[in-house]
């Protein structure tokens, strides 16, 4: 059993398109993250969930709105889509925020054309 | 060997051989440190942790080392297999500010490549 799952894996679209990641886990965790990954692998928070609180909100476009509908679930909409924000994203969960370690979903590798 | 340019680190290895990969972190406030390895495709996978109150610590053929006098994270990889080919981010939990919770922050990345 997969224990972060995001869907869909890809997504290519246009610019000016709004679209929606959902994710995922199993685990149990309290704790749900987004991160984005860039063309040179470097990783980066963008928002951090607590029991559907929202705890860390990055400087990240206000295009970006993530909804948290359970503690299982972080869903992460995007509106407005730039060519900048190809990359790819990923959903993470911890069950404790700060002093564990995260699980990673496989990512969704969104190309904005 | 290693180098540093405009790409990602990258270390070369042969089969058999050991392999350390270095981190720099920047903040003297994090209390919790990660290795993780990232192949093709996929997410971020946990290798091993370790608290700031510990200097080292061992897993199977993994063991990190933790020098917070010069804020340096090392992650050394025992008997290297081509498997171990992949991408590895070591990050830093420090205090999210105003809050009491932690924010984890990824290093650049270095490139093993394990050659047989």
């Known amino acids: 059993d997969t224990a972060v799952s995001q869907t869909p894996k890809y997504l290519v679209t246009q610019m000016g398109n709004d679209k929606s990641i959902k994710c995922e886990q199993n685990l149990g965790h309290d704790t749900m993250y987004w991160y984005k990954q860039d063309s040179k692998k470097f990783l980066k928070i963008m928002f951090s969930?607590?029991?559907?609180?929202?705890?860390i909100n990055e400087t990240v476009p206000n295009r970006f709105s993530p909804k948290s509908p359970d503690k299982a679930h972080l869903n992460l909409h995007i509106n407005s889509l730039e060519l900048g924000d190809s990359a790819v994203y990923f959903c993470?969960?911890?069950?404790?925020?700060?002093?564990?370690?995260?699980?990673f979903g496989n990512g969704t590798r969104l190309t904005v054309t | 060997g290693e180098s540093v340019g405009l790409h990602l680190p990258t270390l070369s290895v042969q089969e058999g051989d050991n392999s350390i990969i270095n981190c720099a972190y920047s903040n003297s406030a994090s209390d919790y440190f990660i290795w993780y390895k990232q192949e093709s495709g996929k997410g971020p996978q946990f290798i091993i942790d370790?608290?700031?109150?510990?200097d080292k610590r061992q897993g199977q053929r993994v063991t990190v080392l933790l020098n917070k006098t010069v804020k340096h994270l090392s992650l050394q990889i025992a008997a290297t297999q081509p498997g171990d080919s992949a991408v590895y981010f070591c990050?830093?939990?420090?205090?999210?500010?105003?809050?009491?919770?932690?924010?984890?922050?990824f290093g650049q990345g270095t490139i093993l490549t394990v050659h047989p």
């Open positions: 969930y607590n029991n559907k609180e929202l705890i």
């Open positions: 370790i608290r700031s109150n510990m």
């Open positions: 993470a969960s911890s069950q404790v925020e700060g002093n564990s370690p995260l699980h």
């Open positions: 990050a830093e939990n420090s205090p999210a500010g105003g809050t009491s919770y932690g924010k984890l922050t």
